[in-house]
């Protein structure tokens, strides 16, 4: 089984999906990590995300790993996130990571995050959510998270939804057979409990 959890950066779908799998016994996907350690090793070295995304390998887990090294912190950075947008808006980076994710989530019972995972990686996936928090919730938590300035992370967070949105290939958006859970306001737990009760539903139909 697949449970896809889509959304904009700071929707909580890294924490929701990590608490999910958990909870399920399920394994956690992080489809962002891997825009970000392409778009980190193509920052690195002045390379086209394109360039890089065939060459680099990448290791998912409680700690990532890009050509074997620690990258778990590195990939968190603004820079990082900034790079890692770009990279999803390239046709050949997301085909590249798009094949990869698809083989890994083919067999066993996965919790996948990402920003179209619902549409593209996994459409068939048996419970879809699309996580969502007003702009201001989702800026104010990532300042926490980063130790940045709540303005300044809203502003780069307004030009990353705008790319994010409107990009060519596979824009942000929510599955037409997704459930739509805005966790403004909401604990950790409360969206927890809202997608494991979606999978307890799913399992007896």
């Known amino acids: ?98 094949t990869q994710q698809q083989r890994i989530v083919a067999d066993g019972d996965w919790v996948a995050e990402g920003r179209d995972i619902g549409t593209v990686v996994a459409p068939d996936a048996a419970v879809k959510v699309f996580l969502t928090a007003s702009p201001e919730e989702r800026a104010r938590r990532r300042a926490v998270q980063i130790g940045a300035d709540v303005a300044t992370v809203l502003a ?21 057979d997704a459930v739509a859970l805005d966790t403004t306001g909401l604990s950790l737990e409360d969206v927890v409990a809202r997608v494991t009760a979606l999978v307890a539903e799913q399992r007896k139909s």
Request: hydrophobic residues 45%.
């Open 156 to 176: 780069e967070q307004t030009i990353r939804d705008e790319r994010d949105t409107t990009r060519e290939h596979d824009p942000l958006a929510a599955a037409d």
């Open 1 to 98: 089984m697949v449970v896809a959890i889509d959304g904009p950066a700071g929707a909580g779908k890294s924490s929701v999906a990590r608490a999910v799998a958990a909870a399920l016994g399920f394994t956690y996907l992080d489809s962002g990590a891997m825009y970000r350690c392409v778009g980190l090793a193509a920052f690195e070295r002045g390379a086209e995300p394109a360039e890089v995304a065939g060459e680099v390998r990448i290791e998912l887990g409680e700690r990532i790993l890009l050509d074997g090294r620690d990258v778990t912190d590195a990939i968190r950075t603004p820079e990082a996130s900034e790079a890692a947008s770009r990279a999803a808006a390239d046709p050949v980076v997301r085909r590249a990571l798009v």
